[in-house]
């Protein structure tokens, strides 16, 4: 009997190859680890993106999956069972995991091996699926579109490992084969789980780059070949901001890592985004994820401070408690401080107009708390611009 075990690492920031690693304690995940699975998967589940078909993985986590196929009778083993269960593990860091290395998360096949006299071959795979909470849920926030991205191509990553894997037990006539003629001591070929990442990566690149698109932001892949380094060391542009509109008027936030890559920094020198650093193996070409979003408008940086009794007078108001011109008292305490700014109106001395009735709504609205100061403001200082209403 053999117990074989494979496990397959998300490397983030810097992503180096897979570790394989035995693994055979199960860590029942914490409460905050649960949580933080069940959230992922199911912001993963209800993407309208094009992607792999997982249904086979994923019905893994419910029940074990069975498939059975019979050898030939020139084979060692007549028939083969395959039974994979994969359980949700709480994260540990892999042994074998090189330091400075942050893992994502893991996919681990651990399958023991068993044959019958009567030339049943059977592999019962009890396989794991790890996600590192610092990694899904840093400390260190980065910008939560970056995070997104980040957590769901990490979850689709691990899923692949898993699904690869079960495309070929139904129906790669080739591994087919090769179980049907293992004893319980021969190794299993679980190189279909693309432990390589020769058939994730570009799926991964592809799912990455649609997520970026869809959140408003621009996916980069970059290749860094060893003969466009100075003995390792590159400076490349990535693009001008001019190029993609969505990055040519704000602000942009980067998000980047890179694969056999040391040192990364991202500059913008006029108005190109501009990545350096170094080959971690000269010999071997390098690649850069990058993500570029526009900033958004930050309703922060402008913090307005609104005394709260002016609040309560709006609520006041708009249930016809205090007069029009104790609410007005308010509005001109606004103007004063330079809280609220008007612009080309001298004091309008002819108020002759009703304030209208959606004020009232909006004072109330603003009140308790549905639309913002900013919102409500901005409502204000129309009507007093255009001389709807004056304040005293
Ligand atoms: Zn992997």
């Not at 006299?117 to 019962?124: A, L, P, R, V």
């Amino acid at each position: 009997m053999a117990l074989l075990n494979l496990l397959i690492l998300f490397i983030v920031p810097l992503i180096s190859g897979s570790i394989d690693s035995f693994d055979n304690n199960f860590v029942q995940p914490s409460i905050a680890e649960q949580q933080m699975f069940k959230n992922l998967l199911e912001e993963f589940l209800k993407l309208d993106i094009d992607r792999e078909d997982l249904s086979s993985i994923l019905s893994t986590f419910e029940k074990p999956r069975i498939v059975t196929f019979p050898c030939d009778t020139e084979d060692v083993n007549n028939l083969v069972v395959n039974v994979v269960e994969t359980r949700h593990a709480g994260f540990t860091v892999p042994e074998d995991h090189a330091g400075g290395v942050i893992v994502g998360g893991t996919y681990s096949w651990q399958c023991k091996i068993t044959t019958s006299s009567k030339g049943i071959i059977t592999m019962d795979c009890d396989n794991t699926l790890k996600l590192n909470p610092d990694v899904i849920n840093p400390n260190e926030k980065k910008d939560p579109r970056s995070q997104e991205v980040d957590n769901l191509v990490i979850i689709y990553h691990e899923l692949l490992h898993g699904q690869l894997m079960l495309n070929a037990i139904s129906s790669s006539q080739e591994w087919r084969n090769d179980v049907c003629n293992k004893t319980p001591s021969d190794k299993i070929d679980y190189s279909y789980s693309d432990k390589q990442h020769i058939i994730i990566d570009p799926i991964q690149e592809e799912f990455a780059r649609q997520l970026v698109s869809k959140k408003g932001g621009v996916f980069f892949l970059e290749e860094i070949s060893p003969t466009e380094t100075q003995n390792g060391e590159f400076t490349k542009k990535i693009t001008s901001r001019f190029e993609h509109i969505q990055l040519a008027n704000l602000g942009i936030k980067v998000t980047y890592r890179g694969i056999n890559t040391n040192e990364l920094t991202v500059t913008f020198p006029q108005d190109d985004i501009t990545i350096s650093g170094n080959l971690k193996d000269k010999t071997k070409s390098g690649r850069v994820w990058l993500y570029a979003f526009p900033e958004t408008a930050t309703k922060t940086s402008n913090l307005i401070q609104i005394p709260s009794w002016i609040k309560n007078n709006a609520a006041w108001w708009s249930e016809g408690k205090i007069t029009d011109s104790d609410f007005l008292n308010g509005i001109e305490f606004l103007i004063q401080k330079g809280i609220l700014k008007i612009q080309g109106v001298e004091n309008n001395s002819q108020s002759s107009q009703e304030i209208p009735t959606w004020i009232r709504n909006n004072a109330q609205w603003w009140s308790s708390g549905l639309i913002s100061d900013e919102d409500f403001l901005s409502g204000i200082k129309y009507l007093i611009e255009v001389g709807i209403i004056s304040y005293p």
